[in-house]
């Protein structure tokens, strides 16, 4: 390789190194100027073509590691938070969501773990009758939400948890939700377990499945969420 080849190579280098330290610094504005988790895709339409978006996440996640502010991950969007270690110090008296009582963290549970699952099938599973008003506390906090209607008799309303729910509890995506060793560890399962008990394995992916149909403008209307012709009830 002759010098001048040398020379352009380190140029080309540098511009490289240029590009991707303002795609850095770009993608660091737009998650840190957002309430809410930012997407990749969204971050992807604001970088420079050709950018690994990817790479440029995980890269600014190792660099705040170790601050007072972490940058995570929630499903296929980023976020800064308080790192965990100095949570104690932040006040959220403001903000803090209103204590859940038994029935809705049992309620929330079963979501979490059985999505997409119905209003009868939460309460088979509970054996009691699950209220509207805790379906309607979860909803209001933005943990759960309509996924779709069941290809079923009467066509039930489907339901799942939300980016929200995984950004409130700290995870990256639904399945690092606790097992069922983890949760014995925890304290959460105690007594005798029956033999034939299980954690099922909660879906992954927020498309519907083979027996879920979208819900349509007239389901909304139907289920209180809209009013007749569209508009929203506020």
């Known amino acids: 390789m002759n010098i001048e080849d040398a020379d352009a190579g380190r140029t080309n280098q540098a511009v490289d190194d240029n590009r991707l330290r303002e795609a850095e610094r770009i993608a660091e504005a737009l998650v840190f100027a957002s309430a809410q988790p930012v997407s990749e895709g969204f971050i992807a339409e604001r970088l420079p073509k050709g950018m690994d978006v990817r790479s440029i996440m995980l890269r600014l996640r190792e660099d705040y590691a170790s601050r007072g502010v972490n940058l995570v991950q929630v499903d296929d969007a980023w976020a800064f938070r308080t790192a965990a270690d100095l949570s104690f110090v932040i006040r959220r008296d403001e903000n803090e969501v209103k204590k859940l009582s038994r029935a809705a963290l049992e309620v929330l549970a079963i979501i979490a773990y059985h999505q997409p699952v119905t209003r009868a099938e939460i309460e088979d599973i509970r054996g009691v009758q699950t209220s509207r008003g805790t379906l309607d506390v979860l909803m209001e906090a933005g943990w759960v939400r309509f996924r779709g209607r069941r290809r079923t008799p009467g066509r039930p309303v489907t339901l799942g948890t939300t980016r929200d729910f995984l950004d409130h509890f700290g995870l990256e995506e639904i399945r690092d939700l606790p097992g069922l060793e983890e949760l014995k560890g925890a304290g959460l399962l ?25 819900i349509t403008q007239m389901d909304l209307e139907e289920l209180g969420l809209l009013a007749p012709g569209g508009a929203s009830e506020d």
């Not at 029956?194 to 979208?214: C, K």
């Open 190 to 214: 105690s007594g005798r377990i029956p033999a034939n008990f299980n954690m099922p394995s909660p879906l992954m992916s927020d498309e519907l499945t083979e027996d879920e149909d979208p």
